[in-house]
């Protein structure tokens, strides 16, 4: 008589209530195992009894593996409907920080089943690029990373929307504050820590970095970020080659001065905070070390030195002979201020950018 009560209890239950709890029940999860998931949710509070209610009720038979999304009170019968029907289950996507579109786009497709073609469609929603009021053709860089449940029947403009929404809310007011001295507007800010992140090897360095990038700004010096040119190439290359650099593309900061038209990634919150708030220092130039911290320096000549140093060079490194392109009549003094030097002809030096050599892992998905 009490299991019958107790049974008849859970059964009826409350009215489900709350915000939904996220239940993972692994691929060949028992029913026992499941109840074990649900119970750790608090979503049962009768473990034992639950699962001779799903042996007697036959429930316990054909549960379907996957991520659900479940409210507290929710009736037995429903919670045990759910597993067996896959009711409630959801597509958990996640997006690391510094994935571009190349990337994210095919990654939706896969999770939530719809073609590629919904997805790059969405990611050009242009109701979103007015309301952020964007100059960009597509969503790149403000699709926010982090990790997503999205419910079964989810279509791409529906997800694309929210990954949005949760920019918006990640965005902070004082960051605004922060435009007028950068001298910049947000989607400048957003593309500088688009490079920060593609960068950025230890958190710590992060405001350093962008302090670089702002100061060659500033001096009217072509940003050189190799990042921005694996972005221009047709296809994603894990180190960037002489030929790669003269590549024309508006993306290009190696052969176009200031930042490029818009971000190259999608940022995240620490890249983001680096970029509005840039540390206090003097250097123009970096390098990485092979343990993945960077030597940042002030003078060319310093530069050199470190990279000599750290790749244990002996002989002087020049610039990469990269050719800059014209400039406008105002900024021709500019332009001949930051040109490269070339490099001798017979023998061509290993490769030196202003920037890193050592790139940053592109991350699986997790």
Known sequence: MAFVAVALFGAC??????????????KGSTFREATDSLERAKLVSWPRIFRLYGRVTGGDRNIKPGTYLLKYDTPW???????????????????????????????????????????????RDTALLSRLDLPNETLEGYLFPDTYAFPEGTTARQAVREMVQRFEREWKPAWDARLPELKINRNDLVTMASIVEKEAIRPEERPVIAAVY??????????????TVQ?????HVGRVLY???????????????????????????????????????????????????????????????????????????PPPPVKVAPAPAKRAAVRKTTTVRKAPAKRPPPKTTTTTTTRKKEPATR
């Open 214 to 227: 702002y100061n060659r700004l500033r001096k009217g010096m072509l940003l050189q970020a190799d990042p």
């Open 77 to 123: 019968p429903d919670i045990v409907s759910a597993l067996n029907g896959g009711k409630g289950l959801v597509n958990s996507i996640t997006v690391p920080e510094g994935f571009s579109l190349r990337q994210i786009v095919p990654l939706m497709s896969r999770k939530l089943s719809v073609p590629a073609d919904s997805v790059a469609a969405a990611v």
């Open 243 to 317: 030929r790669d650099l003269k590549i024309e593309s508006p993306y290009n900061t190696y052969v176009h001065t200031g930042l490029p038209p818009g971000p190259i990634a999608s940022p995240g919150g620490p890249s983001l905070a680096a970029a509005a708030n840039p540390a206090s220092v003097p250097y123009l130039f970096f390098v990485a070390a092979p343990d993945g911290h960077h030597e940042f320096r002030m003078t060319f000549a310093e530069h050199t030195a470190a990279i000599r140093k750290i790749r244990g060079i002996a002989e002087p490194i």
């Open 13 to 26: 239950g409350g009215a489900p209530h709350g915000v939904p709890v996220r239940v993972i029940i692994p």
């Open 231 to 235: 972005y221009a190439l047709p296809q």
